[in-house]
């Protein structure tokens, strides 16, 4: 009888409860939300029109921050990192206006101008500048670059002197070479940079599994840090359509090398709902702490379909130069609520758990075999939709147990889009409502009057929330069918965490010494586990999540390096101890 009368109350209290989302958030979530454009082109498609983009650069220009990525038709501004304005552009001029426009950009600051370029193997493409990018202000700079190149980065080294690096390729290296700044014209030859190591580094060798022998790697994506007197040359390798690609970085003494590899990737995010970190750029917060974006992958109606993660990074005290993905689809804190002071392993992840894992799941209706578990699977390769894209349409969630509700996170799918490249003027509605029962709901986020498209939505609740069920209901769609590759709840289950790790195994094969089976014991109120590993047992900056499995073949490693790893379990409520670290020889 106590019980109900506790649980009556509650459910009195929620229902006098209306909430909003929170107008100054303090946390984001992975894949960033910002209005994706289409595939430009009919062809491009295999299997239907979808978003997409990719090869994303940042750059904190007074203060604000430019996000330029491929074939977008403008650009986006933020002072948050948060809410993303799209201003639309086209940088072609006439005579190069029947190639890609923007494809993998690059952007750099030379003085108190901004330079945006794009990839070609021509040298009629135009480098803009503007000093003023948030009013649209542009004018070329060159009219015709003469020395083009895919995937271009540009470099501003402190005492002046410009420098641009390039290469897509899975035969050709990395390459850079000085700019004169004032004629863009090269001063001396172009030299070569990077190649890739394969049969030494495990995770540049190609395939989804890191397990193809008959194709070559492909290394793109060039960027360029610099760092207590120390140059950080990046690159995307080892093609952009697996789960593990990543951003691997060689380190060197002067901007034109010689580069030392670091023998893990800077970026890598191989397991989780979003998967990839990739072909990506370096950039400063305006407390100076560090953050990279980079590409994730998607791949289901085209290889090159595509998103966006930008995930907190960092040098140690050893110059080692790292990017922290663990619990990299989950809310983290923004630059602002990170405060001025360097984060320690650039760790601002929330604590706030995944509520709804492969919990149960009603909807309104579906479409053939696009079914509703697919919401609440972790995997944005698939998804739920609805019979139509009709207002009405819903998908409700149950936690399983009333749970203190943090975040949410909508990410749609594209099923029967009928858009074809940069749509403006296009939209999302939907109205979230939360329940004790399942049967008495109250809103807790109305977007009906929204205008603004919003492919990957999180909210942060203005306070947390008492709720077993979510349900959202569509309101409007921008185009094709109301379809959910991941309706995510975020915060804490209320009951235990996860009873750590009791055995975990690392066999390392003899033949092969970049690749290594590991398998523990499985822990029975856990639905994941993150793999920490690296060179040294203080450097452990890599991480796996997986699910619903007790083992991992393992093939990223350095061949020639030691390796130690260690292992946590997770569930709703939080995170167990971590194991033991073990060293692999």
Known sequence: MQIKKKIALLAFLFSCMYVQAQTN???????????????????????????????????????????????????????????????????????????????????????????????????????????????????????SFEIGGWDPAFFTDDDGRLYMYNGSSNVFPLYGVELNRHSFKPIGGRREMYFLKPWRFGWQRFGEHMDNTFLDPFMEGAWMTKNNGKYYLQYGAPGTEFSGYADGVAVGTKPLGDFVDQSDPLSMKLGGFARGAGHGATFQDNSRNWWHVSTIMLSVKNNFERRIGIWPAGFDKDDVMFCNTAFGDYPHLLPEAMGTKPHEYADGFTGWMLLNYKKPVVVSSTLGSYNANNAVDENLKTYWSAATGNKGEWIQTDLGQISTIQAFQINYADQDVAFLGKSTGVFHQYIMYASLDGKKWTVLTDKSKNQTDIPHEYVELTQPVQARYLRLENIKMPTGKFAISGLRVFGNGNGAKPDAVKTFLVLRTEKDKRSAWIRWSPVDNAYAYNIYYGVAPDKLYNCIMVHDMNEYWFKAMDSQKAYYFTIEAINENGVSARSKISKAD
């Open 25 to 143: 958030q303090r946390t984001y979530c992975n894949p960033v939300n910002i209005d994706y454009g289409y595939t430009p082109i009919p062809n491009f498609s295999e299997w239907g029109k979808h978003r997409a983009t990719a090869d994303p650069v940042i750059v904190n220009y007074q203060g604000d921050y430019y996000l330029f990525s491929t074939n977008q038709w403008g650009y986006w501004w933020s002072h948050d990192m948060l809410n993303w304005h799209y201003i639309a552009k086209r940088f072609l001029r006439p005579w190069n206006a029947g190639y890609d426009e923007l494809c993998a950009p690059a952007v750099g600051i030379v003085g108190d101008t901004m330079i945006v370029f794009g990839s070609t193997y021509t040298n009629n493409f135009t480098i803009w500048m503007s000093t003023n990018p948030k009013a649209n202000e542009w004018k070329p700079l060159v009219d």
